[in-house]
């Protein structure tokens, strides 16, 4: 295996999809030619959901005629991921068949136990009981199976002794030193899916399977906060005592949120001890954040601060604007850190909760310890609190640097573009004008004050809308309402969608506009959201970081965002993480 492809080997036993898939993307850049960075990658897109283009690269890299199992068996892998995914009925059962041939199909060739058992439970799945068992069974005759001395062989096992219902001996061997050892946190949560369906199949109750399958739950993915206070011995160390009481009773092993002094920095320290994954998240740039959030607390935050960075898996800019004074610049801050924060934990499949050292008192506008608990419970989400006492909570802030009387507001901003249109004929202008840009019209039309501001030039819309999940679900709406559009009145061939549609959520300023006399939003974040429909596929919708983590929050139920990889933007603008948004499956 070479060195790029242990790298993502690393990051997908970690959880980080993400960052494996950034690490095979550049290292096949680089020049590497290896089946197994290929593999990695097309493992980091089946495990973030993305089947569609997991498949396309299994057929474009032909992994199927490798000599290796796991790149050979990663088609397969896939077929299984959409069966999952099709709703019960013929479908979903034609979907069952086909994966496990594709797997019955390497097993017979290679008596590999990998796709034995997945054959096996596919089986199951598929109505195959007799072939289920008989697999199942042979499967335990292995002595690798038999006598498991890794993780996967260990796995393998449980999962064979399940679908001969033997589920004592599974309890017992979920139990054992080779899975509780395993730090492949991307794998547990493989075997933990494959374990709780066919239990579910077996007729096994939630309680039961819950039980069952606990030793594979990863560690709980963590966002924290808290309030700021003056540094002073006795406090910090009341404060961190009731932390590490929280984490005792927690199993953490991924955290999100900021470093500002006091409760931030004695949570971020707490967790490193523990070897936590930490990733910050900063509202804005890091000198402002410093006079801000950091020394106001005393000369000794600053160095806990930078040594908490340094040690940080990730360090996430949520905007690289000045302070404005603007509260809604923490508050849009915490909010993608905890959107970040359900992002990862979908991941995993893993619990995410949330750590507030708060004083209990109800929120007093859109940023602070209260309106992240609140804004974290309203999502449905788990917080553990502690109670910081009486600290130094009245602490000297310097205005902030820059100073603007200028309305600002959060937002999602939309762009679309028609690919084509510069080529239409003058006649058929007034179809597009009448067809295209109607049912646009009615889609916005039906979503009422959501949308906040709208304006129109050629094919080109620029909206904006009140929430991500609006703007989400709008984008989408008017791709449905142009598949089905009949573009040979245009003149052109080919039926599907021709519009590319480019989303982003941040700050921005709110005016008039002088020219137009109508409500309007300006700013860079604006000027980023216009850079990203150059760069999406016709029939797309594609969204910032930023974007999927509000959704990830707010509406995880109702929208996917898949991750496509760092995209350099139009004109120059820089290269970003970028999501394909779909509806849920």
Aim: net charge negative; hydrophobic share 40%.
């Amino acid at each position: 295996m070479s060195e790029a492809a242990e790298i993502a080997r690393k990051a997908l036993s970690r959880g980080d999809l993400i960052g494996a898939y950034d690490a095979t993307v550049a290292a096949i850049e680089a020049g590497d030619d290896s089946g197994a960075i290929r593999h990695q990658q097309i493992l980091a897109l089946a495990r973030m959901g993305d089947t569609d283009r997991a498949m396309a690269k299994f057929a474009e890299y032909g992994l199927e005629g490798s000599s290796n199992v796991d790149e050979r068996t990663i088609g397969a892998r896939i077929l299984k991921d959409r069966a999952f995914n099709t709703p019960a009925g013929p479908a979903r059962q034609e979907a069952m068949e086909r994966a496990f041939e594709a797997y019955f199909d390497v097993y017979e060739a290679t008596k590999d136990s990998f796709p034995g058992i997945n054959a096996a439970t596919l089986a199951l799945l598929a109505g195959r009981d007799a072939e289920s068992r008989r697999l199942a069974e042979a499967l335990l005759a292995d002595p690798d199976v038999a006598a498991p001395a890794d993780y996967w062989k260990a796995a393998t096992r449980a999962e064979a002794l399940l679908l001969l219902g033997r589920t004592e001996e599974v309890t017992e061997l979920l139990g054992s030193e080779a899975i509780r050892s395993s730090t492949d946190l991307g794998g547990r949560s493989s075997t933990l899916r494959q374990l709780g369906m066919i239990g579910a199949h077996l007729g096994m109750s939630p309680h039961d399977r819950a039980t069952l399958i606990a030793p594979l739950r990863p560690p709980r993915v963590l966002h924290y906060c808290g309030h700021m206070f003056g540094a002073d011995p006795a406090d910090e160390a009341r404060v961190r005592a009731a932390v590490d009481t929280v984490l005792d009773e927690e199993e953490v092993g991924f955290a999100y949120g900021a470093l500002a002094c006091g409760s931030d920095i004695i949570a971020a320290e707490a967790l490193l001890r523990r070897g936590v994954e930490l990733n910050v998240v900063m509202p804005f740039e890091e000198q402002d954040f410093l006079e801000q959030s950091v020394r106001p607390g005393g000369p000794g935050w600053e160095a806990r601060y930078r040594a908490c960075l340094r040690a940080a898996r990730r360090v996430i800019h949520a905007s690289p604007m000045a302070y404005f004074g603007n509260p809604d610049q923490y508050g849009y801050s915490s909010r993608m850190a905890m959107g970040l924060a359900c992002l990862r934990a979908e991941h995993l499949t893993a619990e995410p909760i949330q750590l507030a050292i708060w004083d209990g008192k109800a929120p007093g506008g859109p940023a602070g310890t209260g309106a992240d608990v609140l804004a974290w419970q309203e999502a449905g989400g788990r917080t553990r609190t502690v109670d910081p006492g009486p600290v130094r909570r009245g602490l000297e802030r310097p205005p902030s640097r820059i100073e603007t009387k200028a309305e600002r507001a959060l937002a999602a901003i939309l762009f679309t573009d028609f690919a084509g249109f510069s080529k239409l004929g003058e006649t058929v202008l007034p179809v597009f004008w009448d067809g295209v840009m109607r049912l646009i019209a009615e889609v916005l039309d039906a979503h009422g004050d959501a949308v906040v501001s709208r304006n129109s030039w050629g094919d080109a819309l620029y909206g904006v809308i009140g929430s991500a999940p609006a703007a989400a679900e709008i984008s989408l709406q008017i791709q449905d309402a142009l598949d089905d559009f009949d573009y040979s009145r245009l003149g052109l061939e080919g039926k599907g969608g021709r519009m590319r549609i480019g989303a982003h959520y941040g700050p921005a300023y709110r005016a008039i506009d002088h020219i137009t006399g109508r409500l309007s939003f300006y700013g860079n974040e604006v000027s980023k959201a216009a850079r990203i429909e150059p760069v999406t596929p016709t029939g797309a919708v594609f969204v910032t970081e930023p974007f999927a983590a509000i959704l990830a929050l707010e509406a995880p139920d109702r929208f996917d965002c898949r991750y496509v990889g760092r995209i350099q933007l139009a004109k120059g603008y820089g290269s970003y993480p970028m999501y394909r948004l779909t509806r849920a499956d």
